[in-house]
């Protein structure tokens, strides 16, 4: 048999092993070429075919028929891996914090912070009372919130318990 004449869907998957509905899909996504009466040029067709599989074993070739670009999903995989590592790392060398590292370590900082502005209204009650002016009440509650902020500055003793917690915790 002459490799350049044409030939039937049936013939060349006869040659290569498909199925001629195969073929045709094949045709229809132009991986190989038919004239108009349905035939294929043997020698040029089982090259293509030949390629195109093996393109597809490589995982180089267009999508698969179930949709996944072999390609596309190990690089989103290797990226997928390389982000996990390197959150690994970045854990490990103390660079980021878990959700509940902090919540251990801000918990007790707002906490008191909380404390501390709930209690300006008590205080501010008795001044307020004495207030004859808005501005004199404005200026006892400013005093009153300024406090309030001077002493969580000046209190260094909930950020030292904090870093007493975080360093015996946090060392793997």
Not at 23 to 36: D, M, P, T
Request: net charge neutral.
């Amino acid at each position: 048999m002459e490799l350049d004449t044409w030939v039937s869907a049936a013939e060349i998957g006869e040659w290569v092993d498909l199925h001629e509905r195969q073929v045709r899909k094949l045709a229809e996504s132009q991986v190989i070429q038919r004239n108009g009466k349905g035939h294929y040029r043997l020698r040029p067709t089982v090259h293509a075919i030949t390629v195109h599989l093996r393109e597809q074993a490589a995982g180089r070739g267009s999508a698969a028929p179930n949709g996944l670009d072999l390609v596309q999903e190990r690089a989103a995989l290797a990226r997928a891996q390389r982000i996990a590592q390197e959150v690994k790392n970045d854990l490990m060398l103390r660079q980021v914090m878990t959700h509940s590292d902090v919540h251990r370590v801000i918990g007790p900082l707002l906490h008191s912070v909380r404390t501390a502005f709930l209690a300006v209204p008590s205080n501010a009650a008795p001044r307020l009372a004495a207030c004859k002016t808005p501005q004199e009440a404005f200026a006892v509650l400013t005093d009153l919130v300024y406090d309030v902020l001077t002493k969580l500055s000046e209190t260094n003793t909930v950020v030292e318990q904090i870093k007493d917690q975080a360093s015996g915790e946090f060392d793997a």
